[in-house]
C-alpha cells in the first residue's frame, strides 16, 4: 500500500519527540509534516529544538533522534494546509489540544495523547486489545457533528496498564472492586517543568492533581460497553491514591482486586499470559509480543528492570497473590511504560489498528 | 529518682547506635555499659566503631555520637554480668535474639527490637498509647517460664506506623478490612550490607521478604485484646503490599480501609487528631507531642519533609478521602519514621511507660 | 545593647526563607519586616507562602519556619519606607537587586546575597574570617556615591569554601595556582524551577552557565588587598570546571594547589586546623566553632555527613595529599554548606561583624 | 575463517554477564564454555544465575542475557580442560585472578579484565588504537615465562577514558602534567555488595581505594613505549583525585591539561577528532566509528545521555577550554562508559586486534 502521510502536531514538545521515533522507519506510516507553535515554525527540526540561549539540544529521548528528520522545516500549527494529510498525531498540551484537535477532526482523522475529548460522549479512549469496538464512535461522531475526520483519544499513563491487568480479570471472573497505589515515574509529569529535583530527591510526593479522577473515570469508560451511540461505564468500583516516586521512567502500581468468581493464583495468572485481546490475528507492527508478561520471581517487576520489555509495549506483572481481605481477593503489582505504551508508541498502535480496520 | 542503669546488647550495629543516641542525656535512665560480639569486646567504643582496613569511623546515624560514650569499653556479650543492671535494650539480630534474651530474661527486663519473641503467645509487642494493657503479658511470662526479668518487643517498623493510624479509626468506627501498601526507606533493610545501591537507583523493589506477614500478623496482635494470659488478635482482615523505594528514612503507607460505621473524612480527621491514648497523663520524657499530626495540604506527608516531626515520633497522616470502592471506605496516606518511633526511640518510649508502670 | 531592627527583602523566596531562620530568637537582631514583591504584600507570611492552586506550604527550609513570623503582614518591597530600619538583608534575584539595592543604599546598609554589586571596584565580597579588611570599601562608597547606607555582599556559594580553605594555605606557603572540580548541589540552583528531576536523576551536569567566571574572579577579589580605595586581586591563578551532582545540599570540591613554597601534608593540615581569622576574638554569635575542619578519615568529608558540622558553618576538608603533578602540590576534597554559610547565615555573621566594628 | 573457541571463566558475574553479551552472535568469536566457580558447576548457566533463596534471576545488565546461552552447562573452573579453545576471557577477581591466569596461560591466550598481571614488566594492557605496539610483550612473556598461551589486560576502567583523550594530545602537543577528577559510577564498583545503597544515596563519596594509584600508573604504562622488552612509563605527570557519584554506569572526569605546546581550543577539538588510532583501517567488529566523540554542547558530556553512544566504545569529551592556570593549559570533561569500553567490550576489541595482528 501507498505510505499513510502523518503530521505531528506539538512535534518539539517531549511526546512529540516520541512521536517522531514512533514513526521512524514505520513500514505504513510516513512523517510528512511536523507542525509547532509559532516561537519554532520555520526553523528546520534540529534547530527549533535547541535552547536559545545555550544551543544545547533540548532532546529528551533515550534514543537520539533520526537523521531524517533534522532538516524537517517545522511549521506553523495555526495556518497548517491538512489537504495532503491522512492522519495527525496530536501531542499538544490539553489546553492548545481542545480547539485545534476539533478544528483538524473537521476535516481529518486526529489521534491524541491529551486528555481534551477523553470525557465527552462520543469521544472513545482506545487501548489495543482491550476495547477496540469503542471505535464505533468514531461514526457517532461523524453523525452529529458533521466531522469527514475524527478524534480518537489515548487514556492517561496511569490508566493504561492498569485496564491491560484488569481486562483478562473481567472477561474471565468479573470485578466487583479495585483499589490501587501507583508508584509513578517523574517522566509522566514531563518537563514545563515538571517535577523538580528538589522535591523529589529522596523523597515521594503522595498526590499528583487530577490523577486519581482521571484512573478511576478512563478504566470505567475503556472497560465499558458500546451501546446506543455511546458507551456505559464498567459497573465495578474502582479507587486509587497516586503518588510520584524517584523513578525515570515506568509506572508501578500495587492492585488489590475484588473478582465477581473465585479464583486461584495460577487462573489469573494463566489469563493474563493467554491474554491476547484479538491482536495476535492483526499483524499490526508495533504490538507487542505479548500484552502482558507475568512474572513469578517475586522481585519483579521492576521498573529499571522491567520497562522496556517488548519496547515498553508490555503490561508487566508479578506478585500475584490470592487477598485475605477482600472476598474473592487477588493482589499484585504491575508495571507498564508510561512514555511508550501510555504515550506515542501506544498512538501509533491505535492508528495501526484504525487502518487495519478501515477507518483510515 | 536513681537513674535507671541500662546495657545495649548489640551496641555497635545500627539500632544499637539509634539505642545510644536516644539514650544520651535521658532523664531517667544512664548507659552503664555497651555490650557487642567478641570482634568488638576490648576496645573502647570509638574504636569499635572503625573499619579495620580504612580506619573509618563505622556511624550511621545522622546526630554524631556523644562524646560521653566514645571511651566506654566494649564488653564481651557473652561474658557479661548482669547483676549491677536495671534495663537491657536489646539491638542484635533475630538469630542472636532468641538464645541471647531468653537467657537475660530469666534475670533481667529486656526490650528488643528483634523479631524472636514477637509472636511468642505470652510476650508482648507493646507500642505507646495503643496497647499497653499488654504489658500484664509480662506477669504471664514470670509465672510460666519462671523468669524474674521479662521480654517486651518492638514491632516491625511498618506495622507501627499502620497501627497509630488505625487504633482511634477501631475505637470510634471499627475496622472491618484494611488494604496498605508501602514505600519502604533503605534504612529499614540495615547495612549488612541493606539494600545495593545498584538495585534501587532510579527503581522501585515490589518484595520485601518476610514484611508482609510481620505487618498483617502485628497489626492483628496489637490492636488484639489481652484475656485468659494471652492476646486475642483483632478480627478485621489485613492485607499488603510491601515495596522499596529510594528514600533513605521514613516509611510510606498507602491505606484503604473499611470501617465499621459510616465516617466522614472530618470525623477521621478529628479522631486522628485528638488521638492520645492516654499518653497525654504519663508525661513521659520521649513522647511525642501528638501521636498522629493530621495535614490538609493534600503534597503531604512527605517523608523529607515530615519524617522528623516530633523527633520522628509521630505518625503522620494525610490526604484522608472517602473511598468510593469500599463499604465505608476512607483511604489516606501515612508516614512514620522507621529508625526513630520505628525503632531504638519507640523502645526506650515503651520503657519510660514500663517505668511509670512499675514494671521497673 | 537595643537589638537591631533589620528587614529581609525577597522574604517569600528560598534566600529569604534561610535569613527568617538565621534572625529567629537572634541575641542581636530582630525581624521588624518581612518585604516582597507585589503579589505577596498585603497578605500575613503563612499566607504568601501558599501556593495559589492547591494550598500548599511553599516552604523550603529542613527546619519549620518559626511560628512568631507566620503572622507578619508582608510588606511591598517597592513602597517600603525604610526609615525605621537599621539594617536591611537582601535575598532578590540579581535582577531585581541592581536597582532596589542601590536605592535602598542612599539611606541603609544592605547585606546582600545577590550577584549584582559583587564585581563593583567599590563593593566589598566580605566574607568573615578572610577579608573583614575590605569593609573598608564601605567608607570608599559613602564617599564616592554620596551613600549614608552602604552595600556588602556575599560570594558565590562555590567560592566561598574554596577561599577559607586557600586563606591559611596563601598566608603561610604562598599560592601560585588552584584548580579546582566542583560536585555542585541542586540546591545552589534554586527553585525558579532550578533543576529539573529528569535532567539530573542517575546523571552527572558538567555545566553551570556563568559559575566557572564567578568562582575564579571572586576569590581573587576575595583575596586580594585593599589598597588606594579599591581590591587589587591576588596574584595566583585559578582555574575551575564547576558540575552538577544529585546532592540536596553541600558543594563538594576537589582541589588541586600548587604553593610557593614547600609543605607537607601535615603543615597543610595543622594550618587549617590553627586558621581562625581573628574570629576567634570576636565573639560573633553565628560564627563557627572553627572555620575550617579537617578530616583524617579518607571517606570523608561527604555532603550529606559533613554538611551541617558547626551549624553548616564550617569548611570541611579532607584527603589532604602531595601532588605529584605540580610543583609544591597539595590536593585535597572540601565540603561546604552552600545554603548555610554560602548564603543568609553567612550574611548575618558578616553583620555580626559590621556591628562589632561599629559599621552599624 | 573458522570461529574462535573462547571460554569466559568467572561467568556467572557482572563481569562474566558482560563478555556473554559482548560475544553473544559475534561474527569471528564463538562460547563453547562458560566456567565459574565449584558452587556453580554442574548447574546450566539459567540455574547457575539463580539466587538459592529466592529463585530470582541473577542477572545485572541492562540486555537479557540471550537466550543460546541459557542451557549451557557451566563447568568448574578448576578442572577446566582447556585443550580445545582457543582463547579465555577472564572475569574472575583479582585474588583468583593471579595463580588462575597464569596456569592457563602456560598452554592458551587470556585477556583479562582483573588487574592481578597489570603491573608485571613482561603484560600489556593494551587498549585498541592507542598502544597496540605493546603487544610485542607477548612474545616477551613467551620468551621468559616458556607460556605457550601469554596474558593480556584490560586497563582500569578510569583510566581507560583518560587515555583515550590523552593520546591525540601527547602524539599532537606532548604533555607536561595532568590532574585529573573522577566523578565514577557506582557500577564500577561491582557487586558484592559494591556500593551500599544508603552511602550514595543524595551523597558523593571522595576516595576510592587503589584507585588513585592505579589511574596515575597506568596511564603512564599505557601511553609509555615498548622498548628492550619492557615498556618505558610515558614521562609526564598525572595526579588524581577519584570520587563516586550517585550514577549507575558511566564516569565523567574533569581532566586540567598542561601541554608541552601551545594549542587552541580549535585543535584540541580536530585532534581529538580526527583520532582513530590505525582501528579504521583494522576493520574491527567491536570498534566504535570514533573512538572520541566531542561536543560543542557546553551541557555535555553526561552520563545518561551520552554512555551509549557507539555502543558504550566511544569516549564522549565535552566544554574544551584553555586553562588560564598552567601552562599550555587546556581543561575538558570526559565521559567513558565503564562496564563497555571500560570492561568486557573493550576485551572483545583487544581479542579482535590480536586475531588481525595474528596473535591469536
Given at each position: 500500500m501507498d505510505p499513510i502521510k502523518t503530521v505531528i502536531v506539538g512535534a518539539t514538545g517531549v511526546v512529540g519527540q516520541q512521536f517522531v521515533l514512533a514513526l521512524n522507519d514505520h513500514p505504513w506510516f510516513t512523517i510528512s509534516c511536523l507542525a509547532a507553535s509559532k516561537r519554532s515554525s520555520g526553523k528546520i527540526y534540529s534547530e527549533a529544538l535547541k535552547d536559545d540561549e545555550t544551543g544545547s539540544l533540548r532532546w529528551f529521548c533515550d534514543e537520539p533522534p533520526p537523521?531524517?528528520?533534522?532538516?524537517i522545516v517545522v511549521e506553523d500549527v495555526d495556518s497548517l494546509n491538512f489537504s495532503d494529510v491522512d492522519l495527525v498525531f496530536s501531542a499538544v498540551g490539553s489546553k492548545v489540544a481542545r480547539p485545534l484537535e476539533g478544528m483538524i477532526a473537521e476535516k481529518k482523522p486526529v489521534i491524541s495523547t491529551?486528555?481534551?475529548?477523553?470525557?465527552?460522549?462520543?469521544?472513545p479512549i482506545l487501548v489495543p486489545g482491550v476495547?477496540?469496538?469503542?471505535?464505533?464512535l468514531i461514526d457517532v461522531q461523524r453523525k452529529t457533528r458533521g466531522w469527514k475526520g475524527f478524534v480518537v483519544t489515548q487514556p492517561n499513563c496511569t490508566a493504561i496498564g492498569l485496564v491491560y491487568s484488569l481486562k483478562p480479570l473481567l472477561d474471565c471472573f468479573g470485578l466487583e472492586r479495585v483499589l490501587m497505589t501507583s508508584l509513578q515515574a517523574?517522566?509522566?509529569?514531563?518537563?514545563?517543568?515538571?517535577?523538580i529535583a528538589l522535591d523529589i530527591l529522596e523523597n515521594v510526593i503522595p498526590y499528583i492533581p487530577g490523577e486519581e479522577e482521571a484512573v478511576e473515570t478512563e478504566t470505567l469508560k475503556i472497560l465499558g460497553r458500546y451501546q446506543f451511540g455511546t458507551i456505559a461505564p464498567a459497573e465495578f468500583h474502582v479507587s486509587s491514591t497516586c503518588t510520584r516516586v524517584n523513578v525515570r521512567d515506568g509506572h508501578t502500581e500495587s492492585v488489590f482486586v475484588s473478582t465477581s468468581k473465585p479464583c486461584t493464583v495460577e487462573e489469573v495468572t494463566e489469563v493474563m499470559r493467554a491474554f491476547d485481546g484479538g491482536l495476535g490475528d492483526l499483524d499490526l507492527p508495533s504490538a507487542p509480543k505479548h500484552l502482558i508478561v507475568v512474572h513469578d520471581d517475586p522481585y519483579r517487576p521492576q521498573p529499571r528492570l522491567d520497562r522496556n520489555v517488548d519496547g515498553g509495549m508490555a503490561t508487566v506483572v508479578g506478585r500475584i497473590r490470592n487477598d485475605p481481605a477482600l472476598s474473592n481477593g487477588v493482589k499484585y503489582v504491575l508495571l507498564s511504560h508510561n512514555t511508550k505504551m501510555g504515550a506515542a508508541k501506544g498512538a501509533v498502535l491505535v492508528a495501526e489498528y484504525l487502518v487495519k480496520e478501515e477507518y483510515l
Open positions: 537523521e531524517s528528520v533534522l532538516d491529551a486528555r481534551s475529548y477523553r470525557y465527552n460522549k462520543d469521544v476495547n477496540f469496538g469503542h471505535a464505533k517523574i517522566s509522566g509529569a514531563g518537563r514545563s517543568p515538571g517535577v
